[in-house]
């Protein structure tokens, strides 16, 4: 299985990739995924305030 099949990435899909080399680490993160955590950084350091 490839990694793409199994991260569910098509062709073309735009992704982030972070590493961590000391520790072995190789971080794949989809738009999505990413668009999620930045929500939920900021929902969080504003108190919830989404604007």
Do not use: E, K, N
């Not at 793409?4 to 982030?16: E, F, K, N, P, S």
């Not at 680490?25 to 955590?37: G, K, Q, R």
């Amino acid at each position: 299985m490839t990694v793409r099949h199994w991260c569910h990435l098509q062709a073309g899909d735009r992704v982030l990739l972070a590493a961590a080399p000391d520790r072995g680490v190789l971080i794949v993160s989809t738009m999505s995924a990413l668009d999620s955590m930045v929500t939920a950084f900021h929902s969080a350091s504003t108190g919830g305030d989404a604007s």
